[in-house]
């Protein structure tokens, strides 16, 4: 998900909704228990190795520091994501597998996942600012290096 700055005008609503008395009261659409009963049944979604390694692949790419990176990284990376990145893919692609009716992880539901789970995880280098390199691009590469180290 990319969120930008609103327009004036949407930020005046924002503004005001949320700086004045409550309004409309919230109607659950879920309750407590349920939502206990999709985490728990969520974390029970199993992952192959295969995919556990591609994940571990691609978050310890985002390290320019990490062992023997590729040139890409140490160029285009200042900071990269931590072991926290690794679980919330994990966890992410343990719900996105059930979404989509499946019952196990794949590495599709991991490169879906990539973008939203590492880019605001990755500080890229003023080299790469240079270049005209967004996150996004460089995020992009990383899930090609992994999947080139995966195959």
């Given amino acids: 998900i990319k969120v930008g700055y609103p327009s004036r005008d949407a930020e005046r609503e ?3 909704r949320t700086t004045g008395q409550a309004g409309e009261p919230i109607t659950p659409v879920l309750s407590a228990e ?4 999709a985490q728990t049944l969520a974390r029970k979604v199993p992952v192959p190795d295969h995919v556990l390694d591609f994940v571990l692949d ?6 320019p520091n990490e062992g023997e990176v590729p040139t890409y990284v140490k160029q285009n990376v200042g900071w990269g994501a931590g072991p926290r990145a690794s679980q919330m893919m994990i966890l992410a692609g343990k719900v996105r597998a059930l979404l989509h009716g499946r019952t196990h992880v794949t ?6 996942l990539a ?3 590492l880019r605001h995880r990755i500080v890229p280098t003023f080299h790469a600012e240079a270049e005209g390199l967004t996150v996004d691009d460089i995020i992009r590469e990383l899930v090609k ?3 080139t180290k995966a195959a």
Avoid at 34 to 37: E, G, V, W, Y
């Fill in 14 to 16: 924002i503004v005001n």
């Fill in 58 to 63: 691609l978050v310890r790419l985002t390290r």
């Fill in 145 to 147: 290096m992994a999947k």
């Fill in 115 to 117: 973008l939203p789970i």
């Fill in 107 to 112: 590495t599709d539901d991991i490169e879906a």
């Fill in 34 to 37: 349920d939502l206990a009963q």
